[in-house]
């Protein structure tokens, strides 16, 4: 069972987004476990519905969208400041980079 | 059961159009005139601008002028301008559709021109309620998609929505489109996961390479502070918003406008010039992809939006998606799809891709979207460079090797 509150876009990510504006403190249930929203979060916004080590990928309609810079945990809002992007906006880009990258 | 135009040259349309074609902006008044009192009645109006010559716009003319849902077609000259007129007359008339060219200067001048334009286009439009039809089965569908005014809910919404109504269409066997390379950046490793084959792999990331390398010259800036204002945190995700409207399906090939798929299934649309940067930008405004799209012979066009887009298009109905909910409201009489009521948790992914692919198929079947209803026909085409695909590109020259 997953609140209402929250769109879970693919069974395998590890972020929802809120459907709608949402306040610090809320509760929700994610896949039947409770969590509590760390901030307030707006409309479309990304939030933490399952544990990610740093470095680990942050997925988002089974997609990569960039890695933790920090342990993130369920019911935390995640953005820049714990999201970094796997990409080189330098656009130095090459074939090794972006196996190394991705 | 969708009931086509069938064309001398053995494709099916969905529309049965007079196009009236400009060569050069000094003709494009002419042909407006000549389209007015039949603008409603299937008569659109497409052209270029420039006067020096430029292949590209030479092969998007004749491609779109060769178009399933055109039917015939009305050349407009200048007289002294760089179109080559001949080649795009001989291929027009090659596909076996009626065709006319008139020099204004020849003509006498404006108000001849569009006396003899206008009993020409009446002639044809009254030729044209005998086209032989023929029925059209999804597999002979081709479909483009494209979004413009994207915010943060075009990704969430209309864009996912969109990619499973592609799946349901290339699981019918249909050919589907997307584009928008620019903003397929840092998606490189996850496209080629999903090419047909390695070489294919190849020329996606080729494709993508030269696409970084063209914005980075240009310095334009493929994330801007309103995106993170909007809830997108890196150029992945925000590009992962464009990706969304590909669907699950493998993709196929890779072509470049003008290039038709040659069976069903998933294509990439490089839109990116090759060679040095000429020109400027890629894709001024969306109608410039969309007319490459259906160059590509795209008989439909699907075009999310979040801020909330008008534009339709000449030759191919355009169905708008609407992702973001409030908009919908704002704008309802412009959109053929209420996708936001995805993120009101009214309706899943699955119904509204659903509700896509069958709208699809009732407009390819006659029904108006909303664009069509208003006499949108918006149509831009400038100046560019391509190569021509490599061998690897399609899915013919896989079976092949």
């Not at chain 1, 810079?69 to 992007?85: Q, T, W």
């Not at chain 2, 716009?57 to 007289?79: E, I």
Request: proline share 6%; net charge negative; charged share 20%.
């Amino acid at each position: 069972m997953t609140a209402k509150e929250l769109l879970l876009l693919d069974a395998d990510d590890n972020i929802a987004v809120a459907r709608q504006d949402l306040k610090a403190g809320t509760r929700l249930e994610v896949h039947g476990s409770p969590m509590v929203l760390e901030r307030d979060t707006p409309t479309g916004h990304k939030i933490c519905i399952r544990p990610i080590a740093p470095g680990e990928k942050v997925i988002k309609y089974r997609t990569p969208i960039g890695s933790a810079r920090v342990p993130i945990m369920p019911g935390d809002y995640v953005h820049i400041h714990n999201l970094k992007s796997d990409y080189l906006p330098t656009y130095t880009l090459t074939g090794d980079n972006i196996r190394k990258g991705a | 059961m969708i009931n086509g135009y069938l064309r001398p040259d053995g494709r099916k349309g969905i529309r049965n159009i007079v196009a009236v074609v400009y060569l050069v902006e000094c003709a494009h008044h002419v042909s407006r005139e000549i389209q007015i009192p039949y603008r409603d009645q299937g008569v659109h109006v497409i052209g270029f601008p420039g006067c020096f010559p430029n292949d590209y716009s030479q092969r998007m003319l004749q491609k779109l002028c060769t178009h399933p849902n055109v039917g015939a077609v009305l050349l407009v000259s200048l007289g002294c301008e760089g179109f080559n007129r001949h080649t795009l007359y001989e291929t027009i008339e090659k596909s076996g559709r009626p065709v006319r060219l008139i020099g204004i200067q020849a003509a006498g001048g404006t108000k001849t021109t569009i006396a003899e334009g206008r009993k020409w286009v009446e002639e044809q439009l009254e030729a044209l309620k005998s086209t032989p039809r023929a029925e059209i089965k999804p597999h002979e569908l081709i479909v483009g998609t494209i979004c413009g005014g994207s915010d943060a809910t075009s990704g969430l919404t209309a864009n996912p929505a969109m990619g499973r109504a592609f799946d349901y269409l290339v699981a019918d066997g249909g050919a589907a489109i997307f584009e928008e390379t620019g903003e397929l950046i840092g998606l490189e490793q996850v496209m080629m996961d999903r090419a047909a084959t390695p070489e294919l792999a190849g020329e996606i990331l080729s494709c993508m390479q030269k696409t970084a390398k063209y914005y980075d010259t240009l310095g334009h800036a493929s994330f801007a502070p309103g995106n993170a204002d909007g809830g997108l945190t890196t150029i992945e995700e925000k590009s992962l918003g464009a990706y969304a409207k590909s669907g699950q399906a493998a993709i196929s090939g890779l072509i470049k406008p003008g290039d038709e798929p040659p069976t069903g299934g998933l294509y990439l649309l490089d839109v990116i010039p090759d060679g040095e940067v000429r020109f400027g930008f890629p894709n001024i405004s969306d109608n410039a992809e969309i007319a490459e799209l259906i160059a590509c012979g795209s008989h439909v066009i699907l075009f999310a939006t979040g801020r909330g887009s008008v534009v339709g298009s000449a030759l191919a109905p355009v169905i708008k998606v609407c992702a973001n909910p409030h908009t919908y409201r704002r704008m309802s009489e412009d959109m053929d799809v209420n996708a936001g009521r995805i993120l009101e948790g009214t309706a899943s992914v699955d119904e509204v891709g659903r509700e896509i692919y069958d709208l699809i198929k009732r407009v390819a079947g006659g029904e108006q979207t909303k664009s069509e209803e208003m006499g949108h026909q918006e149509f831009i085409l400038t100046y560019k460079s391509f190569e021509p695909i490599g061998p690897s590109c399609l899915p013919t020259a896989q079976t092949a090797a």
